[in-house]
């Protein structure tokens, strides 16, 4: 109780309005940003808050708080955003950094949405499967307290990268996946009892045994026969 009253009263980690992320300090936080929650009031013992997404409220204790890390979107810097792409190994630097200059040109035309692209590197190379991972790294104009914005740039972003390594001869296709041509025991089962009875050779009268020979069916005549005629059946 005491820790979460110096929480409210000295810290003072965030306001009513403030858009936060509340997680374990030990856990890395998410680099395309944090889920987050609206502060909707707050006390000496408990803070409520709405989750952004589903407008689902909850109520947290300040004491279960005080241990915890505390993301505020509305105090955070202008928002960093990445898009990640992937090249074909085999497709020439030169024409990567024609990609780049391309993208950089698309972002400094849009001073309403950006500040500058701040990064364009390779994190990862696969050559086993064919493709250089690159990442670009954009500055927003807006918080993350201010999502919408953010993530509508983003996609618009991430759209036109795929049009342009469309156009460049850039993009990466995946190689097939091998295909596993083994059979297990239960495929082997069912396509055993199949043939057999494909072949007309059942001994539990099947479909096979009725292509062939054909069953008696006159104790099943019977069933549906009015009791004179069964009798006569009979």
């Keep these: 109780m005491c820790e979460g009253i110096l929480l409210i009263l000295v810290q003072k980690p965030y306001d009513i309005g403030d858009r936060i992320h509340i997680s374990n300090s030990q856990s890395d936080p998410n680099s395309n940003g944090s889920a987050t929650w609206f502060v909707e009031a707050i006390n000496l013992f408990s803070t409520t808050v709405r989750y952004a997404a589903t407008n689902e409220v909850a109520t947290h204790s300040n004491g279960s708080l005080a241990q915890s890390r505390i993301i505020n979107a509305a105090r955070s810097p202008k928002a960093n955003v990445y898009i990640y792409n ?133 104790m099943l005549a019977t069933l549906f026969a009015k009791p004179s005629e069964a009798k006569k059946t009979r």
């Excluded at 020439?92 to 993208?103: A, E, G, I």
């Excluded at 950006?114 to 493709?131: H, K, M, P, Q």
């Design 86 to 218: 992937k090249f074909a190994s085999d497709v020439p630097y030169d024409r990567v950094m024609l990609f780049k200059s391309v993208v950089e040109s698309f972002v400094k035309e849009r001073p309403r949405e950006w500040i500058a692209l701040s990064g364009f590197r390779a994190t990862r190379v696969e050559a086993d499967l064919g493709y250089i991972e690159y990442v670009i790294a954009l500055q927003h104009v807006e918080k993350w307290q201010n999502i919408g914005p953010i993530l509508n740039s983003k996609a618009e972003v991430a759209s036109y990268c795929l049009e342009v390594q469309k156009k460049l001869g850039m993009k990466y296709e995946a190689p097939p996946l091998p295909v596993n041509l083994g059979i297990n025991r239960a495929q082997q089962m069912e396509q055993s009892v199949f043939e057999r009875e494909q072949s007309g050779d059942s001994s539990d009268g099947g479909p096979g045994a009725i292509a062939g020979a054909g069953p008696d069916f006159s």
